[in-house]
């Protein structure tokens, strides 16, 4: 009803507002959705899928570091091997006992980076079947959507690097407020996985390149620095000393172990315990060398260097100040002693990812076993942990156990297999995923979108395509290869290729450029024939 003394419009309580004013306004709500037809397809279908999913292995998905996070949710006790960013969301979740809600969440994440990637690029120029194209990998992704439905940090913290990256490059010159937004983003994601921890420096560089001001660079470093600083503080609070973990330093030892000999390095005396005798090719891979008490077989009687430091299971002494430290010494003198052997162990788990087919574990290429697949509901039982279960005499698991009754309730979040849903969803990932080939050609447009814009520093498409390279590569420097890493790089390898064909005014597209060049060519050509 109208306002007589202010001539505004206003609702009585209780009283719809009058038929001609409700139509125009649930217009403009679904216009939007009309206007872009055929990407609204797509997105539903992309929707109905993920329902699928949560039909087939309700209500969520678990490995092994799912019962990590639960426990420190519940413990709310900064964890020694990765940050507590990712506990942090769940605890919002504890009241609800149901696993339910964090499994539809992490869902409506992946749908909304594929809406983002899909906003963006037609922001930028693209045709409707552009922008859909790049959004189609994270969308439809096998792999995407079992990360999606499984208690692990990935979903998050690719969410929250894709929507930083995407106000960052909404428009050229973001305002002092989105900058502020996307640091604090920046800084989250770093706590939810350590890989963010050089985000920030990146983010950084890209907008510094874009010339932004310094009022935009100061806004992004404060606000991206103000969650970590917070978090180091809670750290030294429970353990004396600031910092985000204790692991850096193993992660870093274990990526060493590939190549590392003592008799080349001759190691400082009181790091000199951790050399291995085993031959490297006999040595667990990277990603599994850090938690393995025993060398592969034949060796597999042989028990490891980080086991014989303390001559016990358990895997947190490993992760001590002391521990940390050491291994982080004797891998900086492995790298400075065997340099190439280095560089050959960081390029070769690089050109992995770039292969057609995926290797199955245990080949050596650890995120492609049973844990990051749809499996019948017997595997799965299998892949549940003892430590998961009350132990008698074990405290931890005694408390771990609590701990997942605290989230999932009374069924403790256990992950059942139903039919259909699972056989359809084993099927579509056998064929339905992004082949790591098909990968590297979307970095390489990306590339090619960057170096076109050279005069511009790369342009818009720096910041996004720097991203994905530093998530493709970090691992492989720090850690070591995972295809369940690859994952991170997709929204921002796939926002770059895209950003290589926007037709924004005064940003020519790597079409347009070879259209110049075709031109030019055929001017050369011409004149050569007078």
């Not at 678990?62 to 960013?85: C, E, K, L, M, Q």
């Not at 992946?110 to 809406?115: A, D, E, N």
């Not at 959507?145 to 909404?170: G, K, N, Q, R």
């Amino acid at each position: 009803m109208s306002n007589a003394t202010t001539g505004s419009d206003r609702v009585i309580p209780d009283q719809q507002p009058p038929q001609e004013e409700r139509g125009p306004r649930l217009a403009r709500l679904t216009r939007p959705a009309v206007t872009h037809w055929q990407f609204t397809v797509v997105l539903a279908v992309a929707i109905l899928i993920r329902i699928i999913v949560i039909l087939g292995y309700p209500p969520i998905l678990w490995f092994n570091d799912s019962y990590t996070y639960i426990y420190d949710a519940v413990t709310h006790i900064p964890d020694v091997v990765r940050p507590n960013g990712y506990p942090f969301f769940i605890d919002l979740l504890l009241p609800l006992h149901s696993a339910y809600p964090l499994a539809l969440l992490q869902a409506a994440m992946g749908v909304v980076m594929g809406l983002l990637i899909y906003a963006l690029l037609r922001r930028r120029g693209l045709p409707w079947w552009g922008a859909t194209l790049a959004a189609i990998p994270v969308l439809f992704d096998s792999y995407e959507l079992h990360l999606e439905h499984m208690i692990t940090a990935d979903t998050p913290f690719i969410f929250l690097a894709t929507v930083a990256i995407v106000i960052l490059c909404w428009n050229d010159r973001p305002s002092v407020p989105v900058m502020a937004v996307a640091g604090l983003l920046i800084g989250y994601a770093t706590l939810v996985r350590s890989v963010g921890q050089p985000l920030l420096v990146v983010v950084l560089v890209a907008m510094l390149v874009r010339r932004v001001g310094w009022r935009r660079l100061v806004t992004l470093v404060v606000a991206g620095i103000v969650p970590i600083a917070a978090y180091m503080f809670w750290f030294h609070g429970t353990y004396g000393r600031y910092g985000l973990t204790e692991s850096s330093g193993t992660f870093l030892y274990s990526r060493v172990s590939t190549f590392a000999e003592c008799s080349k390095i001759n190691p400082s005396a009181d790091v000199r315990a951790l050399c291995d005798p085993t031959p490297p090719h006999l040595r667990p891979v990277s990603g599994e060398y850090l938690w393995a008490d025993n060398e592969k077989w034949p060796d597999n009687k042989v028990t490891t260097p980080l086991f014989n430091l303390y001559n016990s299971h358990d895997n947190s002494l490993r992760f001590t100040p002391k521990v940390n430290a050491m291994a982080e010494k004797f891998a900086r003198e492995a790298i400075l002693a065997q340099p190439v052997s280095y560089l050959h162990a960081v390029i070769d788990d690089t050109l992995h990812t770039f292969g057609w087919n995926r290797e199955p574990d245990p080949n050596n290429y650890y995120g492609n076993g049973p844990a990051f697949q749809f499996v019948s509901g017997k595997v799965l039982n299998n892949l549940i942990p003892w430590w998961a279960n009350p132990y008698p005499g074990d405290a931890a698991a005694m408390k771990t156990y609590q701990a997942r009754q605290e989230f999932g309730g009374p069924g403790l979040g256990k992950t059942s297999a139903v039919q259909p849903w699972q056989h359809l969803l084993q099927m579509y990932q056998r064929y339905v995923y992004l082949r790591g080939t098909l990968l590297g050609l979307i970095v390489l447009i990306g590339a090619a979108g960057v170096l076109a814009r050279w005069r511009r520093w790369g342009g818009i498409g720096l910041l996004p395509w720097l991203v994905g390279a530093l998530m493709i590569v970090l691992p492989a420097m720090t850690a070591g290869f995972s295809y369940r890493y690859v994952l991170a790089a997709v929204p921002a390898t796939c926002l770059a290729a895209g950003l290589a064909f926007a037709r924004r005014p005064g940003d020519k597209s790597v079409g347009a450029l070879a259209a110049d060049l075709r031109r030019h060519l055929r001017r050369g050509g011409t004149i050569d024939q007078e």
